[in-house]
């Protein structure tokens, strides 16, 4: 608690490399002084536990939200290049619909709108230090369980319900 993990979300301890998948067949170990993996950098560090309980606000978890905006606007408003974001239903909200996260918004909301349709909400916020996947889904991670404390379920299409 109040701390990032040090080996989740695809993060390496620094000073090791990581294994590949089975069918790769690199087994991961200890690297030659100097050498680094990018995955290897620290986490992003706990986000903020404010407004908690209001999923659709727009300092839900103490982040900036951008929006809400319709799936099929997405490509009107400038989005931050990497980040997480929200999708919900209007009028239907709580719950979510699904928390997400990206180093792409504009192909990644694209394929969303497909799934939940052009009239779907999506806010966006970008709390900073989210070039590296590990920190993203980090990110991701606080806002999910978030929901689930204020609600108490996922969102509706958060595990392929």
């Not at 997405?74 to 929200?86: I, K, Q, S, T």
């Not at 996260?101 to 497909?114: G, V």
């Not at 806002?143 to 299409?157: D, R």
Request: glycine share 14%; with cysteine.
């Amino acid at each position: 608690m109040g701390a990032s993990p040090t080996a989740n979300f695809g993060r390496i301890i620094p000073g090791y490399s990581q294994s590949s998948y089975r069918s790769g067949g690199y087994v991961g170990g200890v690297l030659v002084d100097g050498d680094t993996e990018s995955n290897a950098e620290p986490g992003c560090g706990p986000i903020p536990w404010e407004n908690a309980d209001d999923v659709t606000a727009p300092d839900w978890m103490g982040l900036a939200w951008e929006g809400p905006y319709r799936l099929q606007d997405r490509l009107d408003p400038e989005l931050p290049e990497a980040g997480v974001y929200r999708i919900w239903y209007e009028g239907d909200a709580p719950p979510l619909a699904y928390v997400g996260e990206t180093s792409a918004f504009t192909n990644r909301l694209r394929k969303h709108e497909q799934t939940f349709g052009g009239e779907a909400l999506f806010s966006v916020a970008d709390p900073g230090g989210m070039d590296a996947k590990h920190k993203r889904t980090e990110v991701e991670t606080d806002l999910i369980g978030a929901h689930y404390l204020a609600i108490q379920e996922p969102p509706t299409a958060q595990f392929g319900q």
